[in-house]
């Protein structure tokens, strides 16, 4: 049974810094992954969607990896701004299409 | 092109009653999920739809939970009786075949149930 696991749990960073957001996986057969985004009491938006024939993927200041070998994909976010302070959800699609998600990193950029 | 559409967006019940979701998937999409979020954790699927036919159900509660998509299109999501544990985020999502390899999810707002 697959499972993801994001590091750490919670982040808050001053704005202007570069971070890196952490998802893991242990079944390394995916299809795809997708990183998303949550605001509090919203629904979720895609952000990035990387095949597993890819190595990473770039929207503005986004930027996911993906290492399928070893389970990992890693979100790197750019001079980070407090519009960017919402939960971040790192997802794997197996060979049915189903997302198993992660529980998330809150994310928290100061002014 | 517009978006997933979920409705209503909030809803309070106390247990033992019944409650109903509703989820109109983007315009073309063949494929619909159904997910539970519960606060503080990621989305967990409980059914997922290829057309009007079932893909897994495999997670969803069947002794309360129930979830139908008449002509492939709209679907409905039902829990009867519910219980505090209920209490969570449904969200509904549709993908289609980008190309013969995406699936990407595009996910509805969600609908917020709170059991009392």
């Known amino acids: 049974k697959q499972e993801v696991t994001q590091i750490p749990a919670a982040l808050s960073v001053p704005e202007g810094e570069n971070l890196v957001l952490n998802c893991s996986f242990t079944?390394?057969?995916?299809?795809?992954l997708q990183w998303f985004r949550q605001d509090p009491g919203k629904g979720l938006t895609s952000l990035l969607l990387?095949?597993?024939?890819?190595r990473e993927q770039t929207s503005g200041r986004l930027n996911a990896s993906l290492d399928k070998s070893s389970g990992r994909s890693t979100l790197y976010i750019a001079a980070s701004q407090p519009g960017d302070s919402a939960t971040y959800l790192c997802a794997v699609s197996g060979s049915a299409r189903q997302l198993t998600f992660g529980s998330g990193t809150q994310l928290t950029v100061l002014p | 092109e517009a978006g997933v559409a979920q409705s209503p967006r909030y809803k309070i019940i106390e247990k033992r009653q019944s409650v109903a979701f509703w989820c109109n998937p983007i315009?073309?999409?063949?494929?619909l999920y159904w997910y539970q979020q519960i606060l503080g954790q990621g989305p967990k699927l409980l059914i997922q739809f290829q057309n009007n036919g079932v893909v897994d159900d495999s997670q969803l509660p069947k002794d309360r939970f129930s979830a139908e998509r008449l002509k492939g299109v709209d679907s409905t999501l039902k829990i009867q009786p519910a219980k505090l544990e209920d209490s969570a985020v449904y969200l509904c999502?549709?993908?289609?075949?980008?190309?013969?390899?995406?699936?990407?999810?595009?996910f509805g707002p969600g609908t917020r149930l709170t059991v009392t």
């Open positions: 990387i095949q597993s024939s890819q």
């Open positions: 315009s073309g999409h063949a494929t």
């Open positions: 079944d390394s057969a995916i299809y795809n």
């Open positions: 999502a549709s993908s289609v075949i980008q190309g013969g390899s995406s699936y990407e999810q595009y």
